[in-house]
């Protein structure tokens, strides 16, 4: 989560220069912005399962562990966005809780049917 707020930091300090506004306004015009705010959802999911496989390996992950890391990834969001910075990739809504429980499943594949 923490990538993601990196990442939209980074994109508010960019907005100084006109040259990334007028890009980030094509990018995140309706149909694109709609299909980058879920591939930047399915990217933090799949993030999700890299540092739980990584971080805590300890855990044995199965279908359950990634429902609640899906739970853990939006709580968070939701968290995220109750800070006053402005949501430009990602936020806690319908498009997120779909692209944070694709990537996570994807990335969780192997562990399904544990």
Do not use: N
């Amino acid at each position: 989560m923490l990538f993601a707020i990196v990442v939209e930091v980074l994109l508010i300090l960019g907005m100084q220069t006109d040259l990334v506004v007028m890009a980030l306004s094509i990018l995140l015009a309706p149909p694109l912005g709609m299909l980058l705010s879920i591939a930047f959802a399915v990217l933090v999911g799949a993030l999700a399962v890299y540092l739980l496989k990584r971080l805590h390996s300890q855990i044995l992950i199965s279908t359950e562990v990634l429902w609640a890391l899906v739970f853990c990834v939006m709580v968070q969001l939701v968290l995220k966005s109750l800070l006053p910075l402005p949501l430009y990739l990602i936020g806690a809504d319908q498009a997120s809780l779909i692209g944070v429980t694709l990537g996570v499943f994807w990335q969780g594949r192997s562990y399904w049917r544990r």
